[in-house]
Nanobody, 123 residues
Framework: QAQLVESGGGLVQAGGSLRLSCAASGRTFSSVVMGWFRQAPGKEREFVAAIRWNGGTTYYADSVKGRFGISRDNAKNTVYLRMNSLKPEDTAVYYC????????????????WGQGTQVTVSS
């Protein structure tokens, strides 16, 4: 059974940085897309970033472009989300996801999800 486990969330002041990790296990994800989504209270889950495990092509939501960076470590089977210049509006539960059917930016397309990690940015 495939499993995704996020870590690295926490409380940070506006302007600060955090790095989230997503450790994948239970199957090989080397041929799929890995994504990060977030969900704030009362809002729908939204796309943040994605990366093709094979080749490393990256995709970003406009709201995080230039501030966030997604990367992967093949040896550790882990995907990272580096978040810089954090803003209060980045506050949300961040989820790692894997293996979308077609569209990497649509949450419902993904087959596997982690449990989420809370990121809170104070002003």
């Amino acid at each position: 059974q495939a499993q995704l486990v996020e870590s690295g969330g926490g409380l940070v002041q506006a302007g600060g940085s955090l790095r989230l990790s997503c450790a994948a296990s239970g199957r090989t994800f080397s041929s799929v897309v890995m994504g990060w989504f977030r969900q704030a209270p009362g809002k729908e889950r939204e796309f943040v970033a994605a990366i093709r495990w094979n080749g490393g092509t990256t995709y970003y939501a406009d709201s995080v472009k230039g501030r966030f960076g997604i990367s992967r470590d093949n040896a550790k089977n882990t995907v990272y989300l580096r978040m810089n210049s954090l803003k209060p509006e980045d506050t949300a539960v961040y989820y790692c996801a894997a293996d979308p059917r077609s569209y990497y930016y649509i949450a419902d397309e993904y087959a596997y999800w982690g449990q989420g990690t809370q990121v809170t940015v104070s002003s």
